[in-house]
Nanobody, 123 residues
Framework: QVRLVESGGGSVQTGGSLRLACAASGFTWSTYSVGWFRQAPGKEREGVAIMGKDGTKTYADSVKGRFTVSKALGLNTVYLEMTSLKPEDTGMYYC?????????????????WGQGTQVTVSS
């Protein structure tokens, strides 16, 4: 049974840091692309950090230089390191697995999703 379990969300002040983790079971991250998405209240889900199967990474303009996506294959876990957090980074963060070779931020292209972890950044 495939399962993605996110952890690491929480409440921080502006300028703080968080590291989100997404542990997988039922498949291995080595053969899937990774998408980290966030959804703020009343807004559509958007891709913020993507890693294709080929290892290529892409980031939303709003998080470039502050967020980093990575894989720890030995742990079958992917991470989203978030630094210099801003109030506009607030939202529910989801990890997802897809099959595209290169980076892909389209929600419908991902077929395994975690339950989400809340990130709240206060000013």
């Amino acid at each position: 049974q495939v399962r993605l379990v996110e952890s690491g969300g929480g409440s921080v002040q502006t300028g703080g840091s968080l590291r989100l983790a997404c542990a997988a079971s039922g498949f291995t991250w080595s053969t899937y692309s990774v998408g980290w998405f966030r959804q703020a209240p009343g807004k559509e889900r958007e891709g913020v950090a993507i890693m294709g199967k080929d290892g290529t990474k892409t980031y939303a303009d709003s998080v470039k230089g502050r967020f980093t996506v990575s894989k720890a294959l030995g742990l079958n876990t992917v991470y989203l390191e978030m630094t210099s957090l801003k109030p506009e980074d607030t939202g529910m963060y989801y990890c997802a697995a897809g099959s595209r070779l290169g980076p892909d931020s389209l929600v419908p292209d991902y077929f395994y999703w975690g339950q989400g972890t809340q990130v709240t950044v206060s000013s």
